[in-house]
């Protein structure tokens, strides 16, 4: 199946600085990708749709100003948690659709604000 | 709305014995339907799909999952379960357009 590669996989900040995760689709091209963010022992929360070439689309409630999307390429999604706080603290997870229909996920990046 | 319940939070089955988890959507069309699986501090990796056609699918690692549109069901099944097989699961269904909804997930524990 196809690749989605995350990183980073952990990182551990201090409140007020700004993170930036990637999300690559190693092997096809994606013009849509999708940002997950999930609690523990929680299913997966959708922020926004990340869509190449154009601004993205955030989920009621998601603070566009705080959680940047850029989608550069057809390979390349980033998240930029800007000022981050601790509640900001999660597990976020960004996926690509395959051709079949299916969703092809990245490893996960467990983000920690101090 | 489309909406995924699956009702069990936590199964614990014991090494070798077999395993059926359950999943129930609402949609008012056929959907598209996934079992996903998630081992801790990872990403989420599909287990099978159902988009249409013979209703029993077979998907990864010895599971598979029977779509009931009378029930409105997707229960994905494995004939034995192995120590490996401990993760959490998750139901979704996907519409016409890009949009999938994931269930709540149940926390697979197996014993030795």
């Known amino acids: 199946g196809a690749v989605v590669s995350q990183h980073p996989s952990r990182v551990i900040c201090k409140s007020g600085t700004s993170v930036k995760i990637e999300c690559r689709s190693l092997d096809f091209q994606a013009t849509t990708m999708f940002w997950y963010r999930q609690f523990p022992k929680q299913s997966l929360m959708l922020m926004a749709t990340?869509?190449?070439?154009?601004?993205?689309?955030?989920e009621q409630g998601v603070e566009k100003d705080k959680f940047l999307i850029n989608h550069a390429s057809l390979t390349l999604s980033t998240l930029t948690v800007t000022s981050a706080h601790p509640e900001d603290s999660s597990f976020y997870i960004c996926?690509?659709?395959?051709?079949?229909?299916?969703?092809?996920f990245g490893e996960g990046s467990r983000l920690t604000v101090l | 709305a489309q909406s995924v319940t699956q009702p069990d939070i936590h199964i614990t089955v014991s090494e070798g014995a077999s395993l059926e988890l359950r999943c129930n959507y609402s949609y008012g069309a056929t959907p598209y339907l996934f079992w996903y699986v998630q081992s801790p501090g990872q990403g989420l990796q599909l287990l099978l799909k159902?988009?249409?056609?013979?209703?029993l699918v077979q998907g990864i690692k010895g599971f598979e999952a029977e779509f009931k549109r009378s029930q409105s069901s997707f229960n994905l099944r494995k004939p034995s379960v192995h120590w490996s097989d401990a993760a959490e699961y998750f139901c979704a269904v996907r519409n016409y357009g890009q949009n999938f909804v994931f269930g709540p997930g149940t926390r697979l524990s197996v014993l030795p």
């Open positions: 996926s690509a659709p395959g051709d079949a229909g299916e969703l092809f």
């Open positions: 159902y988009f249409s056609g013979d209703t």
């Open positions: 990340s869509n190449e070439g154009s601004k993205a689309t955030y």
